[in-house]
């Protein structure tokens, strides 16, 4: 995304790396389809949360103050969409979400382009508990994020990065009990430890228990790994849940529901 990039100057590349790294993915699950078939991969379009928030002024002396605004993110996130799909994205996934109204920003981007090129994807949203809180960085709980943004119909509403598993907990549960959508859960290999042989304190035995209680208490459909798993962590994920039925997506009376944000 463009702000993100600007960074280093490179907001001109957004399209081609979105475009590129989406065709890369798509060569890659082909050859592993081609070895098993029956395990068909997709490729989820990713659109990252940018390193710039909407809702938060960055000057503690101005409150007012947004150095990005609604449209711009629109536009940034219309151009990556536009370049995954081209790539060859079965599905757009909008993580890390620490901001609501960027992800607002992102569902409309999307949901403009899926006009435009008259078809329609299947969407992820996954959001990012900050601290032990229990909310985002703008301020919401699990249960109010779903409701500010179930209105784009996601296949799928979770949590990723920040907390390891087992701080995760909690908030996978409250996301699980409200939400009529698939729950998902990638989170990061515990928190982060500079002297930890890899950065971050959960061995992949650890990540992968922590995910199969969660299946198996019946909080989740699709689990994975963020910031500090490796391939052992995703393989120990997989071998741990794949027994484990996927939690019944429950149909819940659609009424009034608060944002948080009253």
Not at 13 to 25: P, S, Y
Not at 52 to 57: R, V
Not at 141 to 160: C, D, K, M, Q, Y
Not at 221 to 246: K, M, S, Y
């Amino acid at each position: 995304n463009a702000p993100s990039m600007a960074d280093y100057r490179m907001e001109d590349l957004v399209a081609e790396l979105n475009r590129t790294a989406a065709r890369v993915a798509r060569e890659v699950a082909h050859e592993f389809e081609m070895r098993d078939s029956s395990r068909p991969p997709y490729v989820a379009g990713v659109l990252g949360p940018t390193n710039k928030t909407a809702s938060i002024s960055p000057d503690v002396n101005d409150p007012g103050f947004r150095n990005v605004s609604f449209d711009e993110l629109v536009a940034t996130y219309a151009v990556a969409t536009r370049a995954l799909i081209e790539g060859g994205a079965d599905l757009i996934l909008l993580e890390t979400i620490f901001d609501t109204l960027n992800a607002k920003a992102a569902i409309f981007a999307v949901e403009t382009v899926f006009d435009e090129i008259g078809q329609r994807l299947p969407v992820m949203i996954s959001g990012t508990i900050t601290d032990q809180s229990g909310r985002t960085l703008t301020g919401q709980t699990p249960e109010a994020f779903w409701n500010s943004v179930r209105h784009a119909r996601p296949l799928s509403i979770g949590l990723n990065c920040a907390l390891g598993a087992q701080l995760m907990r909690p908030y996978i549960e409250e996301l699980s009990q409200v939400c009529d959508a698939s729950v998902s859960a990638y989170p990061n290999a515990g928190l982060p430890n500079p002297l930890a042989p890899t950065g971050y304190d959960e061995l992949p035995a650890d990540t992968a228990g922590f995910l199969k209680e969660f299946a198996s208490a019946g909080f989740v459909n699709i689990v994975g790994g963020c910031c500090g798993t490796t391939p052992a962590h995703i393989q120990a994920i997989v071998d741990a849940v794949a027994a484990v039925p996927r939690r019944t997506v429950p149909v819940i009376e659609r009424q009034l529901r608060l944002s948080g944000l009253e």
